[in-house]
């Protein structure tokens, strides 16, 4: 709990969170065990468990539509009984976003708000921006600074709680107030919760076995509608030339004497006049 540390003030705690931080933070602030209130939070591009329709369920998964229906509705049966945010919501989102479609943040958007007005709490603020998908953000879902490193992000998360919101908090910390009764029992909600989480872990471990198994099948299939690859040849070597087509040896051999040759006549040297002695 970050409330209980000595530096940190437990009546001042905000959050934000993008994409999966964000639906990690909707658990966390349906989770009715808890008794720690957040000041304020800030969900970009949230998205659910599950969905309520077969748009992009595509292949072996279709088997499995009737799971993505149940863990839907669970995941909004259990945000409709979430604890309150003192200071309100602000839901980011692009319109665009292919891989957490608006539709789908709309129901969480509803759903919040509703449980929000029966704590007399500030109802959500949503702030859209339409982003078209290009190269590099395929899906239109890569925003995050877009919708969170913004100045009026961080002024919401800051800004002062006013006293209406205040006094229910002291209030509900004191005991003087009850909160709404949820739809079920809590011990009830949390056997369940643990149920579901069981049933998800069953059913990713046979996601898993699938996915070895398609890998398999489509490895060996591919093995099958492939030629068998050929042993290396090796090149033969040519054949030796024969005798008498080998190229002739470098040694150089003297030249016969050429026929009818004769030799040039010496010259006679001058005579040389006898050196001169001097007298003495």
Not at 59 to 64: D, I, M, V
Not at 90 to 116: G, Y
Not at 199 to 212: G, K, L, N
Request: with cysteine; proline share 10%; charged share 30%.
């Amino acid at each position: 709990d970050i409330g209980g540390y000595d530096n940190i003030n437990a009546q001042m705690i905000s959050a934000f969170s993008f994409s999966a931080g964000s639906y990690a933070l909707t658990e966390l602030i349906a989770n009715r065990k808890s008794t720690r209130l957040l000041r304020t939070a800030v969900l970009g591009g949230v998205h659910g468990h599950g969905q309520p329709d077969m748009q992009d369920v595509i292949g072996k998964r279709e088997k499995y539509a009737e799971t993505y229906h149940q863990k839907w509705k669970a995941y909004l049966r259990r945000l409709q009984d979430h604890i309150g945010v003192i200071g309100g919501l602000v839901f980011v989102h692009n319109v665009l976003d292919e891989l957490c479609r608006w539709e789908l943040t709309q129901d969480i958007i509803n759903v919040c708000n509703k449980r929000q007005s029966q704590y007399s709490m500030p109802l959500s603020k949503v702030r859209t921006m339409e982003l078209a998908k290009t190269k590099k953000n395929k899906s239109a879902h890569n925003y995050f600074d877009e919708a969170l490193m913004q100045p009026e992000i961080f002024a919401f998360l800051v800004e002062a709680i006013d006293l209406p919101a205040d006094i229910y908090r002291r209030q509900l910390e004191e005991g003087g107030i009850s909160r709404p009764p949820a739809r079920h029992h809590l011990e009830e909600v949390g056997e369940t919760f643990e149920e579901e989480c069981e049933t998800f872990e069953e059913e990713d471990s046979t996601f898993e076995e699938e996915d070895e198994t398609f890998d398999e099948a489509r490895s060996a299939k591919r093995a099958r509608s492939e030629p068998a690859p050929s042993p290396p040849q090796v090149p033969a070597r040519p054949p030796p030339l024969p005798p008498q087509t080998r190229p002739p040896s470098r040694v150089q051999r003297p030249l016969p004497p050429a026929k009818n040759f004769r030799p040039p006549a010496r010259v006679p040297e001058p005579a040389r006049a006898p050196a001169r002695v001097p007298e003495p």
